[in-house]
């Protein structure tokens, strides 16, 4: 079993920044890659960025250099900053990963961006 929770969403004003937390714990030993997602309002879930283990990263064509991810494998916590905010960047953002075959999600954060 693996756990993901995810934190640090919130409100904030167009332009701001806001860092995202993903913590993972369970039976996180061949957990490689760990990805968020998000799922605006009326739309379906979508890639935004991911993570190996290793540091290696994938993301959606989408994504500009205004979202990195980063991931700290000794505090089991992936971290997702969102730069320049915009209202378009509102939506609830998850967590996910794969582990013995198994999909293993979060429960969500809200971002909600104000123009």
């Known amino acids: 079993q693996v756990q993901l929770v995810e934190s640090g969403g919130g409100a904030v004003q167009a332009g701001g920044s806001l860092r995202l937390s993903c913590d993972f714990s369970?039976?996180?030993?061949?957990?490689?890659?760990i990805s968020w997602y998000r799922q605006a309002p009326g739309k379906q879930r979508e890639l935004v960025i991911g993570?190996?283990?290793?540091?290696?990263?994938t993301y959606a064509d989408s994504v500009n250099d205004r979202i990195t991810i980063s991931r700290d494998n000794a505090k089991k916590i992936v971290y997702l900053q969102i730069n320049h905010l915009e209202p378009e960047d509102t939506a609830v953002y998850y967590c996910?990963?794969?582990?013995?075959?198994?999909?293993?999600w979060g429960r969500g954060t809200q971002v909600t961006v104000s123009s």
């Open positions: 369970g039976s996180t030993a061949r957990l490689n890659l």
């Open positions: 993570i190996t283990s290793g540091g290696s990263t």
């Open positions: 996910h990963s794969v582990s013995w075959g198994y999909d293993y």
